[in-house]
T-cell receptor, first 114, second 114 residues
Framework: NAGVTQTPKFRVLKTGQSMTLLCAQD?????MYWYRQDPGMGLRLIHY???????AKGEVPDGYNVSRLKKQNFLLGLESAAPSQTSVYFC?????????????FGPGTRLTVT | AQSVTQLGSHVSVSEGALVLLRCNYS??????LFWYVQYPNQGLQLLLK??????LVKGINGFEAEFKKSETSFHLTKPSAHMSDAAEYFC????????????FGTGTRLQVTL
């Protein structure tokens, strides 16, 4: 199993450009998440999905959109990139073991907006 | 709302010395607590988790953590540090209400010196 994969690994955008980050998981997990990681701030949840066709806002959703058309894929879109969106983006997926959801993380995408 | 505080953004220990990384949480309902490790340029990997039951939890790579409700703490320890333990460590919390979502601390970077 590949687990959670993310495409691309690195990207440089100019302010105002758009892009889509792809997350794929082969573990048949229901839940998927997008986080951003910034120095000194830990991981902050952008959007998440509790199943195919569903999405919900996390802690820092502004400037991002998501879609979950297929259970195994979760896309994160930036319609008009801003320098404040320079960050490392992580995707995760999870399943429940009883009441607890254990999250599995992808390797990350490093995005720079100039 | 939940929150996590990790005391010390950087911790340095000598190889063979005790590792102690501190985590305090805030939650109005019984928490689920996690420690994740992030090696350079990689995603996060689960070290250990506390859900219910035994308050001393053992994880991978010789790490363990103890849930202390009275102190609202979940500190991570390892008796003898190894060079390969150098990484960033994140404490995270969820609970019985928001089980599928994690709130992360800001992370502690562990340096291991000879």
């Amino acid at each position: 199993n590949a687990g959670v994969t993310q495409t691309p690994k690195f990207r440089v955008l100019k302010t105002g450009q758009s892009m889509t980050l792809l997350c794929a998981q082969d573990m048949n997990h229901e839940y998927m998440y997008w986080y951003r990681q910034d120095p000194g701030m830990g991981l902050r949840l952008i959007h998440y999905s509790v199943g195919e066709g569903t999405t919900a806002k996390g802690e820092v959703p502004d400037g991002y959109n998501v879609s979950r058309l297929k259970k195994q894929n979760f896309l994160l879109g930036l319609e008009s990139a801003a320098p404040s969106q320079t960050s490392v983006y992580f995707c995760a997926s999870s399943y429940s073991t009883g009441p607890v959801y254990e999250q599995y993380f992808g390797p990350g995408t490093r995005l720079t907006v100039t | 709302a939940q929150s996590v505080t990790q005391l010390g953004s950087h911790v340095s220990v000598s190889e063979g010395a005790l590792v102690l990384l501190r985590c305090n949480y805030s939650s109005s309902v019984p928490p689920y607590l996690f420690w994740y490790v992030q090696y350079p340029n990689q995603g996060l990997q689960l070290l250990l988790k506390y859900t219910t039951g035994a308050t001393l939890v053992k994880g991978i790579n010789g790490f363990e953590a103890e849930f202390k409700k009275s102190e609202t703490s979940f500190h991570l320890t390892k008796p003898s540090a190894h060079m390969s333990d150098a990484a960033e460590y994140f404490c995270a919390v969820s609970d019985t209400v928001t089980a599928s979502k994690l709130t992360f601390g800001t992370g502690t970077r562990l340096q291991v010196t000879l």
